[in-house]
């Protein structure tokens, strides 16, 4: 879609405005780990007791976990691996074209894409939970009388912060940007006013000290690095939000805000440490002057929610890209900008988030406690990226061999290192994003093996479209004036209801018209690549429509310049559209039967064709047969 006219004059006004709202939507969740990541590694080598050394160590861990992590790898490398613009795990599996066929070490490829996707789903539980709970709990800080109301405020930011949604991300990010702004000013101001109390600690820049750090605490490496990897998450949003705002916008904001701000105040932060070892209760409050302390809470609270919207936007998109994949059932989704069809609201999504995300709050109660939890999703999504992005590049052949195999090791290096880390958390917390992303993940191959499924029997049922048509109209075929528009899944062949309209009830209409609805490998499709017709004889044209997987499917106003050339009026036509009810085995004897069950679940569940290409309700019929898997 073209941008509005006063878009472009506010671009023109203010040159960073997209990268203002970048601020708002993709860097909140990265933007807010100052408020924990530091603290728990400092818990992690002896909390009050730590060294000059150990919080000089976990300084540099930190700096350098930021520099390879994000900005060498999500930044400089994987941010180039667009699919059309549109970034996000799944975008690398349309790149390879997993989805379409895969075997072999193909399906291997799929399988981390898959699981990569369920662990960033399941992230969105944790995320909102950690980093809202952490802002409040400032109140032990800036007011401890009231630290048993901290659980109770955090819900009830939550729900408001899931309630917003339905605004749309324009207008979030336009709302949160200039706060993240703020923010990220304040995080390095507060640095700075740490680091020239204390000008020694800028030496941790030296990866030595790191290095040192895990050598002298070998069995607590684990810990360390898991500690470490908090200050990190959220950088895998950047890749997720790719479509919103693209590289080269999200590259600057990264690079001349969020970064410097952030190494700012975790040197801040081990400056105020190294003054005051009483400040490891929370060194980010204990940075700042007593003066700023209720502000900088408000603030902490109102960054959070930012926070929360990062991982939520990014996992509208994976949602929807997975919906047209064919990896999730379809789920009613809102475009929310007139000018970005990347701007999308989930209701469905929105809502078992939010409830997940309430639970996991008071369940875990603190964010020391929910720190244990938080983490795993986020190592696990990151090796799925560098696996995909690395066969990518091998894709791609530009690389020589030797020059693939240390990209590779080199990615692989970081990131297993911090997925061993974070394992060491399973028994104390770390099974729960686990088991979330184990359950999508369930659905998501029920849905596509049902899918599948699906496919084969109507095959064996359907009758090849060539072949009725040649059959002709049978004796006394009742023919009605109007024309008739039936969406089916392959275009060779004969939709169901056109079957059963002729053979069950002898009717059939003066003009069909079969429309195949198809979704593309890339997330859109060029209007004068939209729509290919095929005239088959006087009475029955075959209309191909295709999509791409994050544009909006509206069949009614693609099929309508169609229908006008042929001659028929889009406003007269009915549309007809088959409603399989899934009859599942009924016994279940093994895994591929409780799939057929989940997906039998899902199908009676899921939103309705009618509602999903667009089509309008009072012209609409639809004919619904049993099909037993």
């Known amino acids: 879609m073209a941008r509005s006219a006063s878009s472009t004059s506010a671009r023109r006004l203010f040159p960073f405005t997209a990268e203002l709202a970048a601020l708002g939507v993709v860097?909140?969740?990265?933007?807010?780990?100052?408020?924990?990541?530091?603290?728990?590694?400092?818990?992690?080598?002896?909390?009050?007791?730590?060294?000059?050394?150990?919080?000089?160590?976990?300084?540099?861990?930190?700096?350098?976990?930021?520099?390879?992590?994000?900005?060498?790898?999500?930044?400089?490398?994987?941010?180039?691996?667009?699919?059309?613009?549109?970034?996000?795990?799944?975008?690398?599996?349309?790149?390879?074209?997993?989805?379409?066929?895969?075997?072999?070490?193909?399906?291997?490829?799929?399988?981390?894409?898959?699981?990569?996707?369920?662990m960033l789903i399941g992230d969105g539980v944790l995320t909102p939970a950690m980093s809202v709970l952490s802002a409040i709990e400032g109140l032990e800080v800036v007011a401890p009388a009231l630290d048993h109301w901290i659980v109770a405020v955090t819900v009830v930011v939550i729900l408001a912060v899931f309630v917003s949604q339905r605004a749309g991300t324009d207008r979030i990010g336009a709302f949160y940007g200039p706060i993240m702004l703020v923010w990220f000013v304040t995080l390095g101001a507060f640095g700075v006013y740490g680091i020239i109390q204390q000008p020694g600690v800028l030496v941790a820049v030296d990866p030595r000290y790191g290095i040192a750090l895990l050598a002298d605490h070998i069995w607590l490496a684990g810990a360390v690095l898991?500690?470490?990897?908090?200050?990190?998450?959220?950088?895998?949003?950047?890749?997720?939000?790719?479509?919103?705002?693209?590289?080269?916008?999200?590259?600057?904001?990264?690079?001349?805000?969020?970064?410097?701000?952030?190494?700012?105040?975790?040197?801040?932060?081990?400056?105020?440490?190294?003054?005051?070892?009483?400040?490891?209760?929370?060194?980010?409050?204990?940075?700042?002057?007593?003066?700023?302390?209720?502000?900088?809470?408000?603030?902490?609270?109102?960054?959070?929610?930012?926070?929360?919207?990062?991982?939520?936007?990014?996992?509208?998109?994976?949602?929807?890209?997975?919906?047209?994949?064919?990896?999730?059932?379809?789920?009613?989704?809102?475009?929310?900008?007139?000018?970005?069809?990347?701007?999308?609201?989930?209701?469905?999504?929105?809502?078992?988030?939010?409830?997940?995300?309430?639970?996991?709050?008071?369940?875990?109660?603190?964010?020391?406690?929910?720190?244990?939890?938080?983490?795993?999703a986020v190592a696990m999504a990151m090796i799925s990226t560098t696996i995909l992005f690395v066969a990518f590049v091998k894709r791609l052949g530009r690389l020589p061999v030797l020059a693939l195999v240390g990209l590779a090791g080199g990615l692989l290096v970081v990131d297993l290192s911090f997925a061993a880390a974070n394992l060491t958390k399973l028994h104390d917390g770390g099974w729960l994003p686990v088991a979330i992303a184990s359950v999508v993940l369930v659905v998501m191959v029920s849905w596509r093996r049902g899918l599948e499924g699906l496919g084969i029997q109507q095959k064996r049922f359907a009758e090849p479209l060539e072949e009725f048509i040649a059959r002709g109209k049978p004796a006394g075929c009742a023919t009605s004036s109007r024309t008739a528009i039936f969406l089916s899944r392959g275009g060779a062949l004969t939709p169901v209801a056109l079957g059963r309209l002729s053979d069950l009830l002898n009717v059939q209409f003066s003009k069909s018209v079969i429309a195949s609805v198809w979704i593309a490998s890339r997330p859109r499709v060029p209007v004068d690549e939209r729509v290919r017709v095929t005239v088959l004889d006087a009475g029955h044209v075959r209309v191909d429509v295709r999509f791409g997987y994050m544009q909006q499917i509206d069949v009614p106003s693609v099929l309508g310049p169609a229908l006008y050339s042929l001659g028929i009026d889009p406003d007269e036509a009915v549309y007809v559209i088959g409603h399989e009810r899934i009859m599942p085995p009924e016994e279940v004897l093994g895994i591929r039967d409780a799939l057929a069950h989940v997906f039998a679940f899902l199908a009676r569940n899921a939103e309705r064709s009618v509602d999903r290409f667009g089509l309008p309700r009072p012209r609409t019929i639809e004919i619904g047969y049993p099909v037993r898997l």
């Open 27 to 118: 860097f909140g969740d990265i933007g807010t780990s100052p408020l924990y990541a530091f603290k728990q590694g400092l818990l992690a080598v002896g909390g009050a007791s730590a060294s000059h050394d150990e919080v000089l160590g976990l300084l540099s861990l930190v700096t350098w976990a930021i520099i390879l992590s994000v900005t060498v790898k999500y930044v400089l490398l994987v941010l180039r691996a667009d699919n059309d613009g549109e970034g996000g795990i799944l975008a690398l599996v349309t790149l390879l074209d997993l989805h379409r066929s895969a075997t072999g070490g193909r399906l291997w490829l799929l399988v981390a894409g898959l699981i990569g996707a369920a």
């Open 226 to 376: 898991g500690a470490t990897f908090l200050a990190i998450t959220g950088g895998e949003a950047l890749y997720a939000d790719l479509g919103h705002f693209g590289r080269k916008v999200i590259t600057r904001a990264w690079l001349f805000v969020a970064m410097p701000a952030l190494l700012l105040n975790y040197y801040g932060q081990g400056a105020t440490v190294l003054v005051n070892p009483a400040a490891v209760r929370n060194p980010f409050y204990d940075l700042s002057p007593d003066l700023f302390d209720v502000p900088l809470l408000f603030l902490a609270a109102a960054a959070t929610v930012i926070a929360s919207q990062a991982i939520i936007t990014g996992v509208f998109s994976l949602a929807k890209q997975a919906i047209e994949l064919g990896y999730l059932p379809p789920m009613r989704i809102r475009y929310t900008s007139e000018h970005n069809d990347q701007h999308i609201y989930v209701g469905r999504l929105n809502w078992l988030l939010m409830l997940a995300c309430t639970a996991v709050v008071v369940s875990f109660g603190s964010s020391d406690r929910l720190a244990s939890a938080y983490g795993i």
